[in-house]
């Protein structure tokens, strides 16, 4: 298949939320007797208890006897953004490339996604739809001497013209040290054999269940968020709006998906972003040393987890876990847990008749290349005060309610995050709202922002959860006609 082939089949399954194997209303009953099914126990711990982890007297590193997995470290950042200039910190470091995998089938035209109900320790509810396949190297390298992850062969050896989406994307940076996943969607043509903790859903459905709390994980929203539906000039948009959408030109829905699909009608050009981001990039310093944890200024290691002396931002715990369903079925590791929740936003406005993202540059101690492209407010609740004016925060906090298009929680990856999450949210601007912008910020599109996606390292991983989750058939009935 070609590009264009590739984008029309993910977008009809975008605006497709009919499914002959499973209703929408149906997936909820079908998460909660996978979950009834498994038998979840997470214990606290000390850290001497941990059977294959130890702290390394020598460096001060928590890291697995195998040298496989993760290592929690400490780290001294300096930079030249933002209030607090210096500061020190644990970190994960993982440096292998995880694999985030979903294998997809065509039927009658449709195009549906193989998704798990997995169970992740970290997890609130402990059941989430995740990946078809959601592994690090050192587990499907079977470090842990389990069982080899089902569907493992589908991606590894999957054939060039089977991969419908293959990109390297970026952790979250102030919890990883420049951490990476490879997502990929790959399609099969042969029968695919079936399980009862496996499920078939189009793409409409899968954002429509993003509406609910805590139900789709970080690891299917972030391959989700990289998926192409094509460009189309203005002239060829009107065409499509003409014979394939019935709708009214005002609803919400229809703005995202015109300004998902048109790449000609966006305020700033390419190179004009390029520049912008250059630009910060060169002007911002950010530098990491590594630091021994019983060295860190401001943390302190107890028997039992590693927490900062104002009971701030997080903490490090070990865990005992066992799962009943896993490969391993019981194993031990640290946990991050946050102190607070916290809030991830963007403000979305039409411009020249498309809506864009008001989207900022921000810096993050884990990033690959300083900068990442992040939504237009991200912050732990505990770590900002109204009266700080954190930009464009007290005006999401005091949206109404008709701004208000999306807010949600939705939780963070549950193998290395315990019970953390975020409240997810898309506000509508008004016609008041300033134009005049900080120099870190800047109006795009989502398909500019889709285009940015192709490349390692541009947008950050809540960026990609929020646009994940934008709904193209809220108040619209897609008429099946050529694309």
């Not at 193989?114 to 997890?123: D, M, R, S, T, Y």
């Not at 592994?135 to 842990?144: D, I, K, L, R, Y």
């Not at 807010?407 to 997810?424: A, H, V």
């Given at each position: 298949m070609d590009s264009n082939q590739i984008n029309n089949l993910f977008l009809r399954s975008a605006l497709t939320e009919e499914n002959p194997f499973i209703s929408t209303a149906e997936v909820g009953q079908w998460l909660q007797k996978r979950k009834d099914t498994v038998e979840v126990d997470v214990e606290r711990i000390a850290f001497d208890k941990l059977n294959e982890w130890k702290f390394d007297k020598k460096n001060g590193n928590l890291h697995h006897l195998s040298g496989k997995f993760f290592s929690i470290e400490g780290i001294k950042v300096s930079t030249s953004v933002g209030e607090v200039l210096n500061w020190e910190q644990p970190i994960i470091n993982?440096?292998?490339?995880?694999?985030?995998?979903?294998?997809?089938?065509?039927?009658?035209?449709?195009?549906?996604?193989?998704?798990?109900?997995?169970?992740?320790?970290?997890?609130?509810?402990?059941?989430?739809?995740a990946?078809?396949?959601?592994?690090?190297?050192?587990?499907?390298?079977?470090?842990?001497?389990g069982k080899k992850p089902l569907f493992l062969d589908?991606?590894?050896?999957?054939?060039?013209?089977?991969?419908?989406?293959?990109?390297?994307?970026?952790?979250?940076?102030?919890?990883?040290?420049?951490?990476?996943?490879?997502?990929?969607?790959?399609?099969?043509?042969?029968?695919?054999?079936?399980?009862?903790?496996?499920?078939?859903?189009?793409?409409?459905?899968?954002?429509?269940l993003m509406k609910y709390d805590n139900f789709i994980n970080m690891d299917t929203r972030t391959v989700v968020s990289g998926i192409p539906y094509g460009r189309y000039t203005a002239d060829e948009l009107r065409l499509f709006e003409t014979y394939n959408i019935k709708t009214n030109e005002n609803a919400f829905s229809y703005d995202l998906l015109r300004s998902t699909l048109d790449f000609d009608s966006a305020l700033h050009?390419?190179?004009?972003?390029?520049?912008?981001?250059?630009?910060?990039?060169?002007?911002?310093?950010?530098?990491?040393?590594?630091?021994?944890?019983?060295?860190?200024?401001?943390?302190?290691?107890?028997?039992?987890?590693?927490?900062?002396?104002?009971?701030?931002?997080f903490k490090i715990f070990a865990a005992n876990i066992s799962i009943s369903n896993r490969e391993v079925k019981s194993w031990q590791q640290p946990?991050?847990?946050?102190?607070?929740?916290?809030?991830?936003?963007?403000?979305?406005?039409?411009?020249?008749?498309?809506m864009h993202l008001l989207v900022q540059a921000k810096l993050e101690c884990g990033n690959y290349d300083i900068l990442?492209?992040?939504?237009?407010?991200?912050c732990i609740t505990d770590s900002y005060d109204i009266s700080e004016d954190l930009p464009f925060l007290s005006y999401v906090l005091n949206a109404k309610p008709n701004q208000?298009?999306?807010?949600?929680?939705?939780?963070?990856?549950?193998?290395?995050?315990?019970?953390?999450?975020?409240?997810?949210?898309?506000?509508?601007a008004d016609d008041d709202f300033p134009m005049n912008?900080?120099?870190?910020?800047?109006?795009?599109?989502?398909?500019?922002?889709?285009?940015?996606l192709k490349f390692n390292n541009y947008l950050n991983i809540q960026s990609r959860s929020l646009i994940a989750a934008l709904d193209f058939l809220q108040e619209f009935e897609f008429i099946s006609g050529d694309l």
């Open positions: 993982q440096p292998e490339i995880g694999l985030l995998g979903i294998l997809t089938k065509k039927v009658d035209g449709i195009l549906y996604f193989l998704l798990q109900a997995k169970i992740e320790p970290g997890n609130i509810n402990y059941v989430q739809l990946p078809t396949l959601q592994a690090t190297e050192s587990n499907f390298t079977m470090v842990h001497k589908y991606f590894l050896k999957a054939e060039k013209e089977k991969i419908l989406l293959n990109q390297l994307q970026s952790e979250q940076g102030a919890r990883f040290l420049k951490k990476r996943n490879r997502n990929i969607i790959v399609i099969s043509e042969n029968k695919i054999p079936d399980n009862e903790y496996f499920v078939w859903l189009t793409l409409a459905q899968i954002k429509k050009s390419f190179d004009e972003i390029i520049a912008w981001l250059t630009a910060l990039k060169a002007k911002y310093k950010l530098q990491i040393e590594k630091k021994s944890l019983l060295k860190l200024k401001d943390w302190k290691i107890g028997e039992s987890e590693i927490f900062h002396i104002k009971q701030k931002y946990l991050v847990e946050p102190v607070d929740e916290g809030i991830i936003a963007f403000i979305v406005k039409k411009i020249k008749g498309v990442e492209m992040a939504p237009t407010v991200q208000i298009k999306l807010d949600t929680m939705q939780s963070e990856e549950g193998g290395r995050f315990y019970k953390e999450q975020n409240r997810n949210m898309i506000i509508q912008i900080p120099e870190n910020f800047i109006w795009l599109t989502i398909n500019q922002l889709s285009m940015f």
